[in-house]
C-alpha cells in the first residue's frame, strides 16, 4: 500500500473524511462512529494545518487509483528514543470492514520502521472497547496508563459523557532483518 505525505492542499479532503468516518451524521454510521461519545468535528481545519506544518509528525494519506479519491489516512509522530504516536486514523465509512485501515496501519507502522522508529503509541477512548480489541489484536497491548480526557479542548469535539478516558497503548516494532544493523560480537 502507498501512502504519501499530506500537504495543505489536502486539508479539506483530510478532515472531511476524518469527520464523515468519526461523527458522521447518516443515521447508520461506520465501526468508528463516536456520536454517542462526543458531538461536533472531530477535527478541524486549523489543527490539522498545525499537524501538517509540525516537523516531527506527518499526516499520511491514501487514495483510490482510480480516481485519486482520499479514501483513508494516519498520522505518525516522532516522539522520543523511538517511539513515535500514531493518530487520525480513518477510512472512508462505506469502505470500512474491508481490511483498508490494517493495511494502512500496517503500512504507517512500516513508515516508522523505515526511519528507525522502535515503537508505536496510541491512544484510546476506554469506552471504545471494540476499538480496543482491534488495536489489541494487531499486537497493541494496553500499558497500564490511563490518561485523563482533554474536556476543555474544544479541537476534540464536545464531550457528551463526563466518564471519557484515553487508554494508552505501545507496540514494540520488529526490526526486519534488512533493516537491523549488523550486531559485532567480540
Known amino acids: 500500500m502507498l501512502l504519501v505525505p499530506a500537504t495543505t492542499a489536502d486539508i479539506g479532503d483530510i ?18 462512529d463516536e456520536r454517542e461519545l462526543l458531538a461536533g468535528p472531530r477535527i478541524g481545519e486549523e489543527r490539522l494545518a ?15 487509483y482510480e480516481d485519486a479519491k482520499l479514501i483513508g489516512c494516519v498520522a505518525v509522530k516522532e516522539m522520543e528514543h523511538g517511539m513515535w504516536h500514531l493518530s487520525l486514523l480513518a477510512v472512508d465509512p462505506a469502505l470500512q470492514a474491508a481490511g ?3 493495511a494502512i496501519l500496517t503500512a504507517a507502522e512500516k513508515y516508522v520502521l523505515e ?14 472497547k471494540s476499538l480496543l480489541e482491534w488495536y489489541v489484536r494487531r499486537g497493541y497491548a494496553q ?25 494508552v497503548l505501545r507496540k514494540s516494532l520488529d526490526r526486519p532483518t534488512s533493516l537491523r544493523s549488523r550486531e559485532t560480537y567480540f
Open 15 to 32: 478532515v472531511e473524511l476524518v469527520n464523515k468516518a468519526y461523527r458522521d451524521e447518516n443515521p447508520k454510521g461506520g465501526w468508528t
Open 100 to 102: 483498508l485501515g490494517r
Open 143 to 167: 500499558t497500564g496508563v490511563i490518561e485523563v480526557f482533554p474536556y476543555d479542548d474544544e479541537s476534540v469535539g464536545t464531550p457528551l459523557r463526563q466518564d471519557l478516558s484515553l487508554i
Open 50 to 64: 498545525d499537524m501538517i506544518a509540525h516537523e516531527n509528525c506527518v499526516v499520511l494519506l491514501c487514495r483510490r
Open 115 to 128: 526511519r528507525e522508529g522502535r515503537s508505536i503509541q496510541i491512544t484510546v477512548i476506554g469506552l471504545r
